[in-house]
Structure formats: C-alpha cells, structure tokens
C-alpha cells in the first residue's frame, strides 16, 4: 500500500532510475512516448538509469520508477534493494500496482505452471506465484494501466516533485465515461467492465466506442456480485438484457473477463457469487 507519509521535496536535482520485474516493458515504452512532455520532465530530473533508454546506469538514485510484477525469490531481494536507496518508489502500471497480467499463472500450481512452459527442460527453473510491487515493498505511489495511463504518470511526476500525495482515484470508469458524455457501449450489445474498474484513464477506450477491458484493475469498493447478477440475469436493466441476450455469457466467461487484469488479490470469484434470491 502506498505509505501515507513523509514524502521529500528535493533539495536537488533528483537522480531517477527505471526497474523493470515480470512484464512486457510496455509501460515504460509509453512513457517514453510522452515526448515534449517527456522533455519537460527531463528539465527537472536526471535520469542515470533506464535500460530501455539508455546504456548507462548507476546505483546511486532519489526516485525509482518500477516495472512489472513480482515472480521469483530473486525479484523480492532486487525489489528490496531498490527499495532500501530510494527515497521515493513509484509502481509503474497494472503489472506492477495491481496484478495484471501475470497473476493469472496464480490459478494452477507453480509445478503445473512450469511444466506447460518449459515441459521436460523445466528443472531448475524456480517460480513463485505471481505478485504486483506493491504487495512486497511500501511504495509511496501508485499509477495504473495496461499500458500506464499516462496522464495519471505525469500527475504522479507533478506531485512527486511538490512533495503532494497522490492518491489513485477509485471510481469507477463509468464517471469518466458520463462525465465526457460518451455512448455507453452496453447500448452496442457490448460487454463493458467498467462499472467495476479503476478509473483515471478518461475513460479512453469508451472514447472510441470500445468497451473497458478492466485494465486498470478493480476499484476497491467493486460490486462483483452486482456485476454478475447484471451479466447474467434477464430480469437486468433492459440495456443489459441486450447484453445477455446476444452474449449468453456464462458466469464462468464473465470471470475470466475478469481474471485477464485482476488475480491479486482482490478477485474472488467464490465469495462473488450473487445470492440466489
Ligand atoms: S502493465 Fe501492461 S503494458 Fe505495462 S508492463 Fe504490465 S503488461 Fe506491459
Ligand atoms: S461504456 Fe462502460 S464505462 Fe461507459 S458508462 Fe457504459 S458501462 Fe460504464
Ligand atoms: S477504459 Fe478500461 S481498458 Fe481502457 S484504459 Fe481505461 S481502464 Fe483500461
């Protein structure tokens, strides 16, 4: 969980490296898509780090921007390394803040999982079920997304260097989308997971008329059971009987909607289940 105090202003310069654990590197790809804004942050920090970037590198650092998720006992000691010289860490994306992808290896056993992977060659490989940063270390921000939302990075930037807290918004996209005034994709026979995620991206893809896939995570008040009940029940709104309708979705299928972005540890399908009224 992000710490709730102190945060540093910095008398310097600050000296910032990138990390990168379990992941697909696409979160940091994306920053560095931010281009003139990228440039304007870089008037304010001294990057001696970032391998996707860069070749040099240091081990000295004020802030860590970490990547991924966290998968082998190595990972725990380096995250804790990195943890121990900077003074500030921030999760960088979904990988890292909330699960993602890769949490969804945490279904089977990590000797069943091996053994799809690497079949016969899979001795000596050692894994452990998968988990986002900010399970393991304090972090002192969080941002989401699959790839980082990146206005919420560059907010998490501003912040950190004025020495103001962050907190994650948890509302659910559905505010952003109403907000801006956007056709709810239900209303296309869509299957939508906003009314249950994270919001802070402006609710991009319904901008362009595709539905949420959930990729910031869960909200923290998500209403699984509702969720459900909407999915897969006729007596659902009307917009959502055209849903059912067309999909004939399962709950299983809706769970697995579900798991592709949330694993850890807040999706529990078992105790999700909508009463039987
Ligand atoms: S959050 Fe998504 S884009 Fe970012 S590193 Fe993880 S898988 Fe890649
Ligand atoms: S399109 Fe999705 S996010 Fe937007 S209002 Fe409808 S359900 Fe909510
Ligand atoms: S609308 Fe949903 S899937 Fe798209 S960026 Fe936002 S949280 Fe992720």
Redesign the pocket.
Known sequence: MPQEAPIPRFGHKPQVAFF?FA????????VLQLEEKLLEILGHVDVVTWREAMTETSSEYDIAFC???ITTEEDIERIRAIRKQAEVLVT?????SGG???ELKNQWSMDEVLGVVYGDDAGGISTIPSRPISAVVDVDYQTF????SLPEFVTVVSCMLTGQHYEPPNQPVCVECKLNDYVCVYEKGEVCLGPVTRCGCNAICTSFGHACQG?RGLMDSANLPAMLKALTREEAHSIMRMVVERHSLTEDEIAAKLRIYNNWPELRMEEAQPDDD
């Open positions: 990168d992941c697909c590197e696409g979160c940091q790809l994306s990547e991924g998720s960088l994306g979904s990988c890292a993602c992808h890769n997304g699959c790839p980082v990729c």
